[in-house]
């Protein structure tokens, strides 16, 4: 799939985009910096540049 252009969306440790992750959670923390996805809970694809699915993820929030 991936020659046709199949694209798993990158998710933890990258910042919360609300454009390619969908936040089912919010985790209060002081070990990641805020607005950073710290958890995937459900992979996301993209074909090109349009979203099929986005990544459900959980996101930290201030501690």
Do not use: C, S, W
């Not at 199949?6 to 992750?21: C, Q, S, T, W, Y």
């Not at 950073?36 to 090109?48: C, M, P, R, S, W």
């Amino acid at each position: 799939m991936a020659k046709l252009g199949l694209e798993e969306i990158k998710a933890v440790g990258e910042e919360f985009d609300p454009n390619f992750h969908e936040a089912v959670m919010q985790t209060p923390t002081t070990e990641h910096p805020e607005h950073t996805v710290i958890a995937e809970l459900q992979k996301g694809y993209k074909l090109g540049d349009k979203v099929l699915r986005p990544t459900l993820v959980n996101v930290a929030t201030a501690g």
